[in-house]
Structures are given as C-alpha cells and as structure tokens.
C-alpha cells in the first residue's frame, strides 16, 4: 500500500495507464512539477492537489491517505456505582482527564472521600449537595464548583429528587479551565 502522496499519485498514475506528458496535459500542471510530486521532492499544496483530485475522480483525503474517521459518537454504557449513583463515561478511555455524566439520587451525604486528582462538576438539573471540607452548600442547575480531591468532599441529592451533573476529574494539580488575567486586587 502506498504509504506517502508521492507513491499514492505516481499508484494511481499507473493504474490510469497515463504518461506524465498526458496528466500534464489533463491537469495544467507541468511535468516536472508532478514528477517531482510523485518522488516526494516536492510539497503536494491544495493548488496542485485539485486537479489531480479531479483527473483521478478521488477526494483529496485518499490522495493524501487521511486517516478514516469512524462513528465520532461515543457510546457508552451507564454503569451503577456506591451510593446509588449512575455514572455514564463520556470519555472512550481513561486519560489525564475524564468527563462523566453521573445521576445522584441518594439525599445522604456519606462519609467524606479524599484521593488525588481535581474535579469540576457542572449541574444540570436538579440540586446537589457538596460537603467540602466543613462546609456545605448546594448547587442549583447552571452551577458549577470544582475543588482538589485531597480536600474532603462527598456529593448527594440536595432535596431527595434525582440530581444530574458532568463531572470532569484530571490528575492531581491540573485545574479545568485557566482564568486569562488575575483578579483585581492581586
């Protein structure tokens, strides 16, 4: 298989049965100019890519063998975690940062966790609860708390009604999002 677009041009070339003399002629493009595209001595530009795209009758993405991009939905299955919750991954595999969509639904707040690692929730529907430390406040839908792990932390339904958030949780230090300029003041 032709792994550069020189050898997939000079590959299609030969399978149209076409002298260098006649595809400079089809395309407009000079012989030297596709010769040295197809030995890869020369960058192959969109300018140069169009007619070539069109004489062959391919897409410019087999010409330049651009990967396939499969189904880009992610699809993954709720799963049941403690408490009650329901936790659907909304990334396809664990990295430096994974995002959930989790329902809580158990209005008790169980015994504080501490790990490494930072969160960031954003609710959606419904109130959540958050003990953090000694403190408690709830979250209504559209807001949003994110908080390092080392800290005790425990989530429930605020009020007994199934609560919905995203949750995204990355290594230890790394914070969500980055403000573009300090608070006034600092």
């Not at 209504?140 to 800290?151: I, K, L, N, T």
């Amino acid at each position: 298989m032709a792994t550069t677009v020189g050898q997939r041009l000079a590959a299609l070339r030969a399978e149209h049965d076409l002298t260098l003399a006649a595809l400079s002629e089809m395309t407009g493009i000079s012989k030297s100019t596709l010769s040295r595209l197809e030995t890869d001595q020369r960058k192959p530009t969109l300018e140069l890519l169009l007619p070539l795209s069109r004489t062959y009758q391919v897409s410019l993405d087999d010409l330049v063998g651009a990967p396939e991009v499969g189904d880009p939905r992610v699809v993954m299955k709720p799963r049941q975690l403690d408490h009650g919750r329901v936790g659907i991954p909304l990334t396809r595999s664990i990295g430096p940062l994974q995002a959930w969509k989790m329902i809580i639904k158990d209005p008790v707040l169980h015994e504080p966790r501490v790990h490494e690692g930072y969160e960031w929730f954003y609710v959606l529907s419904g109130r959540i609860k958050l003990r953090l430390g000694d403190k408690e406040v709830v979250l209504r839908a559209g807001e949003v708390a994110e908080f390092d792990c080392r800290q005790p932390h425990a989530l429930s339904s605020a009020d007994g009604n199934p609560a919905e958030i995203i949750s995204l949780f990355g290594k230890q230090g790394e914070r969500i999002h980055t403000r573009a300029a300090p608070p006034k003041g600092s």
